[in-house]
């Protein structure tokens, strides 16, 4: 939703401007073409808006907090789980929803096909998969994204343009009658289209498909959920390990069992996260990273193992 001419909020006679509806600006740069930057606000709002629960209050960084209480205070009105971000593109729960999209964009290019990915997914808790959800939501949103980025894209690093050739074909998703799946009488059902189309990509980058596990899938999803995480955390994008699982949970249907993300994660091992870290960092050709994870993990093992401790005491 477009930021401009954006509603107000009362406060002590002056007006507290939010920007509302996308993740995808930068309201530092909005703040610094008003008379007031310490009045800037962003509201992200989850589709629908009337029924999900999570609202991400996005801090800028000249932003008062008076109009950070004002923002948590006008989610508390609305009846809204609200969670506080920086205002980095993406805010919290879609920069870390794009790292997860692009992984299984990766596992396509791999050899995996979009019903293999979704199940994998679903199989692990999700409501749905993430080609059914791109589906689901347009795929012409972060298209339209990608484009504004290309002239900045590293051309090194790894990028799929299956996407791309989507939605240049029309298959924008649902509202199209067409994207990663076909849709007869309203019911997704794998598409011989897509799976050509992916073929032919592969094909153009000289990749030849292999056969991937479900369990790979799933701990390559997961790695990459994480592995976002923790950078988010580590730079102040998010306050708290919490609010990382209260947006994954509220906003994009990580299964509510687990606590969230980093909560799930706290109770591994350490050596299946460093493999999960490892074969997201090999899948996209960076160096991998596990001990920002470890360093994001350490308080919850603490509270994990005093809880244990408690427990024990009452058997």
């Not at 939703?1 to 600006?25: A, D, F, I, N, W």
């Not at 093992?301 to 024990?312: D, G, T, V, Y």
């Amino acid at each position: 939703m477009s930021p401009c001419r954006p509603p107000r909020l009362k406060v002590r006679g002056q007006s507290v401007y939010k920007s509302r509806g996308t993740s995808y600006l930068d309201l530092d740069d909005l703040a610094c073409v008003t008379s007031r930057p310490e009045d800037v606000v962003g509201l992200h709002f989850f589709s629908p808006a009337d029924v999900m629960k999570l609202l991400e209050v996005a801090d800028t960084a000249k932003g008062s907090d008076r109009t950070l209480a004002t923002a948590l205070d006008f989610a508390k009105q609305l009846g809204k789980q609200a969670v506080v971000a920086g205002a980095s593109e993406g805010f919290i729960g879609n920069r870390i929803y794009a790292a997860y999209r692009r992984s299984a964009e990766f596992l396509i290019e791999d050899g995996a096909t979009p019903q293999d990915v979704d199940a994998a997914a679903t199989g692990f808790g999700f409501a749905l998969g993430p080609f059914a959800v791109g589906d689901m939501s347009g795929l012409d949103i972060a298209w339209q994204m990608r484009k504004r980025q290309a002239a900045t894209r590293d051309p090194d690093t790894r990028y799929v343009d299956i996407p791309d050739r989507l939605c240049e074909a029309g298959r924008l998703g649902r509202k199209a009658g067409a994207g990663w799946y076909d849709y007869v009488e309203g019911r997704a059902v794998p598409s011989d289209v897509v799976g050509m189309l992916i073929a032919q990509a592969r094909k153009d980058k000289g990749i030849s498909a292999r056969p991937v596990s479900e369990n790979e899938i799933t701990d390559r999803l997961l790695g990459a959920i994480l592995g976002e995480a923790a950078k988010v955390l580590a730079e102040g994008i998010a306050r708290q390990s919490g609010d990382i699982d209260v947006t994954l949970v509220h906003g994009y249907g990580f299964p509510k069992w687990t606590g969230g993300p980093l909560w799930w994660a706290s109770q591994q091992t350490p050596e299946r996260l460093a493999a999960m870290i490892a074969a997201v960092a090999k899948a996209e050709g960076i160096e991998a990273d596990v001990g920002r994870l470890e360093a994001a993990l350490a308080p919850l093992r603490a509270e994990q193992n005093e809880i244990e401790r408690l427990k024990a005491g009452y058997d």
